[in-house]
């Protein structure tokens, strides 16, 4: 039960969407994994344009662009020449389509889009549902109100831009830190507010694809991330039209790429979802840091492409830290060569199962036996999870035994996805790291009680989102929590009594 890091975040308008801290975990270990698969291409063969690269491998690489920058022809001339996708940073967000209830305008976006497609440059729409940036009229309203107000500006705005984008970012930022629902006047209006939303968008607009976005969701181990991933999981499994998850990847303000970057990116995908990185920033530009979350996308099928968030470091929400490809004067930086580099030698067919720890770290929900208790069986070993010695005592350690059927070996799958044993004990990890013991506890709804029984065969903590693991298959071998790895000792599986 270990406590989250904290995670900042702070308002400012005209922005991208906020301050953002990532969770920092293990840096230096992803950057040694993912740029030690780098491969310089024949020089012969790079495109030389970010654009360019991404399409090699039917991607695309993209900016925010700025309707005030656009009569900047420096500016311009970096956008047009290396991005095959755009953004409006803040003309087609909510207070700047419908500044009055029931009034659109659209000059701004429109003019952004008219630059973008006279060029050939695609373009996403950002963004339709938000708690920040509403007009007045909208802040003021709640209720059943406020929720009519919420279809009719998504209605309104997507009628408009009907079979013009590629995708819309349909919610922004809809989660807090803890992996619960950010407590906004749309959340007022009723939890289904998301799940309306899209359903809004869809009808709509048929052809277009629809993400959900959101900040700090880069770590898999992250409460926020969990919360993302089991909502996109249930929607996915009730027909929510929904298509892809944005990760807005802000390294910046003292965050950095985590370790388990690409298995968050394949456990979303996993649930049948694109990715996509929609407003990258770095601090100071850092060389490894952008090659490796290059890297990571590169290496998962489902990820379609990258936005960074600006063109030039003067142009950035955060140009203290010197975060974007392109200095203040359009030269190109260090980071910009490494992410060239990256997209070149990228496999234009990319495989989700052999370049990333899918499937067992890419896991879905498989609902469990019904209806009574089960045996948690290993596969590697064919022995059962099992309390020593049928104890009742809180922290006594589970481990692997002979199957025979007794209460000690009865584990009942609740709604709450806690596993039960005796009726009042759980399942407990005692930590949320590598090696952390599974023991049991007296039940207390905390995350860390809490378990993922899923379709692959591994059965993973919400908290930690590692697995349930053994070192070996005998008798009395005690359980704990590892990163996923495929491997036939965290294969785990509910069997009906």
């Known amino acids: 039960m270990s406590a989250r890091p904290p995670a900042h975040r702070g308002e400012d308008q005209g922005r991208p969407t906020a301050l953002r801290r990532a969770l920092i975990i293990g840096a230096t270990s992803a950057l040694a994994v993912l740029t030690g698969m780098m491969v310089i291409p ?14 090699q491998s039917g991607r695309y690489f993209g900016t925010a662009i700025a309707g005030g920058r656009l009569g900047d022809s420096a500016y311009t001339t970096i956008a047009a020449r290396e991005f095959n996708m755009v953004t409006a940073e803040n003309e087609m967000k909510i207070d700047a389509t419908e500044p009055q209830r029931g009034q659109f305008t659209f000059s701004a976006g429109d003019n952004i889009y008219n630059w973008a497609t006279q060029r050939g440059i695609k373009m996403r729409g950002h963004t339709l549902a938000w708690h920040s940036q509403q007009p007045g009229w909208m802040q003021s309203l709640s209720g059943s109100t406020l929720r009519q ?33 950010r407590q906004s006047n749309l959340q007022g209006t009723g939890n289904d507010w998301i799940e309306v939303a899209f359903r809004t968008a869809r009808n709509a607009d ?57 298995t968050t990116l394949s456990s979303f995908a996993a649930l049948g979802v694109d990715v996509a990185l929609t407003e990258v920033d770095v601090t100071n530009a ?44 359009g030269n190109k930086k260090a980071a910009y060569t490494s992410v ?65 059927g007794l209460t000690n070996q009865q584990w009942t799958y609740t709604a709450s996805k806690q596993l039960t044993v005796y009726g009042n004990m759980c399942l407990d990890a005692a930590g949320s790291g590598n090696s952390a013991a599974v023991q049991i506890y007296s039940c207390n709804g905390q995350t860390n009680q809490q378990w993922n029984v899923n379709s692959n065969g591994t059965i993973t903590g919400v908290q930690s989102g590692r697995c349930i693991d053994v070192w070996g298959t005998g008798n009395g071998q005690q359980v704990q929590i590892y990163d996923c790895n495929g491997q036939a000792n965290q294969q785990f599986r509910l069997v009906a009594l």
């Open 340 to 404: 060239l580099n990256v997209l070149n030698s990228a496999n234009p067919n990319p495989s989700t199962t052999t370049s990333s720890p899918a499937p067992s770290t890419s896991p879905t929900t498989s609902p469990p036996p019904s209806g009574g208790p089960s045996k948690i069986v290993g596969s590697q070993s064919g022995r059962c999870i099992d309390v020593p010695n049928s104890s009742h005592n809180n922290g006594t350690r589970v481990q692997l035994y002979d199957c025979h």
């Open 149 to 181: 107000a919420m279809i009719d500006h998504i209605n309104g705005v997507m009628a408009h831009y009907k079979g013009k984008l590629a995708a819309w970012d349909v919610v922004n930022e809809a989660f807090n830190e803890d992996g619960s629902r």
């Open 206 to 262: 048929p052809s277009v694809k629809l993400c959900y976005n959101d900040y700090n969701i880069e770590n898999w181990s992250y409460a926020k991330t969990q919360g993302v991933y089991r909502m996109i999981q249930d929607f996915k499994s009730r027909g929510v039209p929904i298509d892809c998850v944005g990760l807005q990847t802000h390294f910046t303000g003292g965050s950095s790429l985590p370790s388990n970057f690409q």
């Open 286 to 329: 850092s060389t490894s840091q952008y090659a490796g979350l290059t890297q990571a996308c590169m290496n998962v099928a489902r990820c379609i492409g990258i936005t960074v968030w600006g063109v030039r470091d003067s142009d950035s929400w955060r140009s203290s830290e010197s975060p974007l490809l392109f200095d203040g004067g």
């Open 42 to 55: 024949d020089a012969n063969a790079a495109a030389s344009t970010l654009g360019a690269a991404a399409a």
